[in-house]
């Protein structure tokens, strides 16, 4: 069992920056690979950015590739997601999700997700 907390989130301005965290509890945090996901108002929940295991691999999603980075620290059971360059189609709510398997863009995958936190970026 894998419990997440997101917090980070919050209100900035187009070309801004924002860097959300995801502390798990639970001690096989470092086996599983872990992805933020986000979702807008009246829109499906998007993937954003996955990270494996050990954090050798990382995934983005084209739209936010070269503006936000996703990092793990196994030793704090926590992972990040910093986000430059905010833009207003960047405002979502953002959920960090655990999967025992690989990185997926799919969200049905994840086995454990967390409450997500609003990010608010206006123009």
């Known amino acids: 069992q894998v419990q997440l907390v997101e917090s980070g989130g919050g209100s900035v301005q187009a070309g801004g920056s924002l860097r959300l965290s995801c502390a798990a509890s639970?001690?096989?945090?470092?086996?599983?690979?872990m992805g933020w996901f986000r979702q807008a108002p009246g829109k499906e929940r998007e993937f954003v950015a996955g990270i494996s295991w050990n954090p050798s691999y990382t995934y983005y999603v084209d739209s936010v590739k070269g503006r936000f980075t996703i990092s793990r620290d196994n030793a704090k059971n926590t992972v990040y997601l910093q986000m430059n360059s905010l833009k207003p189609e960047d405002t979502a709510v953002y959920y960090c999700a655990a999967n025992r398997g690989a990185i997926t863009t799919v969200p049905s995958a994840y086995d454990y997700w967390g409450q997500g936190t609003q990010v608010t970026v206006s123009s």
């Open positions: 639970g001690h096989t945090f470092s086996s599983y690979a």
